[in-house]
């Protein structure tokens, strides 16, 4: 199996054994011996004859993708990947085999993902509003910095200060320049607004 038309053709028939919402499709790259399967929720499967061992010859190797999820994976996630004999199995047993061996574990990591990706992008929205009001706050002085959305960068606000803020999860890091008579008013605010959060 030596060019990607016939791993194209063999896609297509495992897609009809599959069935639910399956279809074949092109490989990501140019190459002779890789396609897809792709689901209607997004689920890919990656197809490839490529083997770099004696014993991938003859092998299919299919691949699950968690590209969407990229955001939220794990440093260390674990492949979701199984090899078949591509000249000793029918789609239809090939087909079951990704039912049996790869599915189950794809699908059910996939669900998680889906899960950490809603919170992740929550928490994105909630520090995109937090930002955008205290750059409001921060008045005409304050402008979004351009290489870093969680840097607000301000010139002569109250027309004695300069410097940055920058937005962490659950802080705001603030770097201040004011004119030497203005250090001591500017301590006294801090160590007041410290008073007041104990109070």
């Not at 053709?9 to 790259?29: C, F, H, N, V």
């Not at 950490?116 to 921060?138: G, K, N, P, S």
């Not at 300069?162 to 937005?167: E, L, S, Y």
Request: overall charge neutral; proline content about 3%; hydrophobic content about 40%.
């Amino acid at each position: 199996m030596n060019n990607d038309v016939i791993v194209l053709e063999l896609a297509r028939k495992i897609a009809a054994e599959l069935g639910d919402g399956w279809q074949a499709t092109e490989g990501s790259a140019p190459s002779n011996n890789i396609a897809r399967l792709v689901h209607s929720t997004g689920a890919t499967l990656h197809l490839s004859t490529h083997g770099w061992r004696k014993s991938d010859e003859g092998k299919l190797g299919i691949t699950a993708s968690l590209q969407q999820y990229g955001k939220v994976t794990e440093y260390r996630e674990p492949t979701h990947e199984i090899k078949v004999s591509y000249n000793k199995k029918t789609p239809a047993q090939i087909a079951q085999d990704i039912k049996r061996r790869l599915l189950p574990n794809y699908q059910k990591r996939l669900a998680e993902l889906a899960e950490l990706q809603a919170q992740y992008d929550e928490h994105e929205a909630e520090q995109e509003a937090f930002i955008r009001d205290l750059a409001a706050t921060l008045g005409d002085a304050a402008r979004r910095s351009s290489f870093s959305r969680e840097w607000i960068d301000f010139r002569d606000l109250g027309q004695i200060a300069n410097g940055h803020a920058r937005v962490l999860s659950a802080t705001v890091e603030f770097q201040v320049e004011v004119p030497k008579e203005f250090a001591l008013l500017l301590a006294a605010e801090l160590a007041a607004l410290g008073k007041r959060k104990k109070g």
